[in-house]
Each structure stands twice: as C-alpha cells, then as structure tokens.
C-alpha cells in the first residue's frame, strides 16, 4: 500500500477535481492528511478501511489519515476532493475538532438538506480557492469548517433508524440552526423533495404542531430571551431571530404573548428589580 504524500497550500487545505473512466481503479493507498471525496456525477465503488460502498451523486467518504482506500469507476465518475490539515483550523477551536469523529474514516450518503449545504460550501470554496485575494485563506477556513459541521450534524442526527423519524429529525434541526432565515414550509419540502403536506404531517405526529408553529416558537423564545438579558433595540432583535418586517414581528409576538415587546422587556425588567428587592430583604 502507498503512501500519497500532498503538499497543502499555507491556510491547510487545498480542493480539487478527480475525474475517473468507466473501468477506471485506484489502488488502495492512503495519505498523511483528512479528505472528504464528494462525488457530483456517475457511479462507483469505494473500498475504505477493507469495508465496500456504493458510491453515487452526492455521496461520499470523510477519509481520516492513514486510512486505506481504493475507488472503481463504474460509470464515468467525478469526485471533489477536499485535503486538509486539521491542525491548521486551531484558532477556531481546535480541542473540539479532535473529537473522535475526526479519527476514523466513514461513508456518508448526506439527506437533501445536507447535500445542498455541502453544494453551496463547496462552490464557495471553488470561487475563493481561484479568486486568491487577501481574505481568501480565511475565508476558505471558514467555509471547511461549515462543511466539518454539517456532516457531522447529519451524522448525529443518521443514527435515528425510521425514514419518517429521520426526516423530522432534519427538518426539526434545520429550523434550529436557520430560524433566523426566511424559511417557509415549501423551502423545507423543496429541501427534503417532499410534498409540503407531507412535511406537515411527519412532523405533526411526532411535536403535534407544523413545522411553522415550531419556528414561530423558537423564533418567539429567542425574542424573549433576547428582549430580558440584553439591551438591544427591538429592531435589531426583530432582524436577528429572522422577521425582515418590523410590523410582523409585533403582530406575531402579541399573538404569542398578548402583549408588545416593549410591554415584555418592561413586565420583566420590573419582574427582576422585585426579585432582586425580594432577595435583599431575605438577606438581610
């Protein structure tokens, strides 16, 4: 087995394209650095760590170093690959990215949602790597790093068995971590290449409410939390937790708490000044 050494660019990764014939074979080899193959067109085998996939659009393999691999091409098939060096992302944290998952190689077949973030990141990173401007080593960081955490976010989320259970699983995620966006429930069907009435009804039986009333309530809690602990403007809290509109944002949250949130951030100011009057005259 050999070794396929590769000299990484100074920011630590560098991605290219890897193009294979059908009948094409890559003998097993294994290199000093983490790779993530992804693949965008045609089909074929990957032999990782002795173990068999079938390997497909948007489909692929985290590849920890030192780890064996081979590819056969059944059809003409095209693979990006993305080489990196982990200690090269220390200033962002690097104790957390020495997580077990970055210690062994593993397939990954990614659902709709996650194959169009990994998309996104992997166009933008195409565009910085060829753009070569003074921000584009930090940028490319930024965008390896998106792509660490959504692969292994759908790895977490993957170990639920049920397709239906998986699938609300996902969109439950995806409201947590873009509530803040313009989300609408044919955005997150699109995503999932569900009927919005489908969405619906998978994530009703398992919350029993909509994916929409979900958003709505972690948009709202987020308000409020924002409105007691912090002094930021309500304009500026109404952009943060995702309404563009002003107007919107008021008539939601006086649905949601029969009051404005101006009414709510002073009910609760008053709230902790008797608390606080309360705590001092039991100390005393």
């Known amino acids: 087995m050999s070794l396929k050494k590769m000299q990484l660019p100074e920011w630590g990764a560098y991605l290219y ?25 045609g089909e074929g085998i990957i032999f990782i760590d002795h173990q068999e996939y079938k390997i497909a659009q948007d489909q692929g393999a985290f590849l920890a170093p030192f ?14 690959v993305l080489a990196f060096d982990i200690d090269s992302l220390d200033r962002f944290g690097n104790d957390e990215l020495q997580r ?20 996104q990141q992997l166009r933008k990173m195409i565009y910085e790597q060829s753009s070569k401007d003074s921000l584009s080593g930090w940028a490319l960081k ?18 639920i068995l049920d397709k239906n259970s998986l699938r609300t699983e996902t969109i439950k995620n995806y409201i947590d971590t873009h509530y803040y966006e313009p989300i609408t ?26 994916p929409m009333q979900y958003l709505m309530e972690i948009r709202m809690e987020r308000a409020k939390k924002l409105l007691t602990e912090t002094d930021k403007e309500i304009i500026t809290i109404c952009f943060e937790v995702g309404y563009e509109a002003l107007s919107t944002f008021y008539r939601t949250f006086k649905n949601a708490t029969n009051m404005s949130p101006k009414q709510y951030r002073d009910l609760e100011q008053k709230n902790k000044e008797r608390r606080g009057m309360f705590n001092n005259k039991d100390w005393r």
Not at 67 to 80: A, E, V
């Open 17 to 41: 394209e890897s193009r294979h014939k059908a009948g094409d074979r890559v003998n097993i080899h294994h290199h000093d650095n983490h790779q993530i193959l992804y693949a965008i067109e």
């Open 67 to 80: 780890s064996p691999h081979s590819i056969y091409s059944q059809t003409s098939l095209t693979l990006l």
């Open 100 to 119: 077990n998952f970055f210690h062994s190689s593993r397939f990954f077949n990614p659902d709709l949602i996650a194959s169009s973030e990994l998309r």
């Open 142 to 159: 930024i965008h390896l790093l998106h792509i660490l955490l959504t692969l292994m976010r759908f790895i977490e989320r993957s170990r």
């Open 185 to 210: 429930a044919n955005d997150i069907a699109d995503k999932l290449g569900i009927s919005t009435r489908y969405v619906n009804t998978i994530f009703k039986e398992t919350y029993q409410k909509t």
